[in-house]
């Protein structure tokens, strides 16, 4: 019987770790238009504060709640003059989240639909949603 008893034990033990291993922390991007920010917070938790630009008038970044589709460390706009967009991250068709070197024009609206950051903080969220995983992510656009 202790024999039984162990083995169920280490069975119960190894699929609760295999379940913790497999658990992924909720990514929250909040993204305001009208203020030009990005919170981003991890299981209910603020993690980052950062300054946007989203899109300017005609071309605004399309508001409402998504989860990324795909993921490009390296992307080059085709429609847009081959404009470099590093650390994408696609939510909803050829919108992205991704960083800017136009680091001047952040606080306003000026791109065509997009989500523009500064380099570092692309990369950072870039990886944050790479670890714990597009589906564990959702981006709210007000």
Excluded at 8 to 14: D, F, M, Q, T
Excluded at 81 to 101: D, E, K, L, Q, V
Excluded at 120 to 133: D, H, I, P
Aim: hydrophobic share 45%; with cysteine; proline share 6%.
């Amino acid at each position: 019987m202790p024999r039984v008893f162990c083995a169920g034990a280490l069975l119960a033990l190894v699929v609760l770790c295999s379940a913790a291993d497999q658990a992924k922390a909720a990514i929250l991007v909040q993204i305001s238009r009208a203020t030009q920010t990005m919170q981003v917070t991890v299981d209910g938790m603020p993690r980052y504060s950062w300054r946007v630009s989203t899109g300017r008038r005609g071309l605004a970044t399309p508001a409402g709640t998504f989860h990324p589709h795909s993921l490009a460390r390296s992307w080059f706009s085709r429609k847009y003059y081959n404009s470099p967009m590093p650390h994408s991250i696609f939510f909803h068709g050829g919108i992205a989240i991704h960083g800017t070197y136009e680091t001047a024009w952040l606080g306003r609206p000026v791109s065509h639909g997009c989500v523009r950051l500064l380099p570092g903080a692309a990369a950072t969220l870039f990886a944050l949603v790479q670890r714990e995983g597009m589906q564990a992510t959702t981006i709210v656009v007000h």
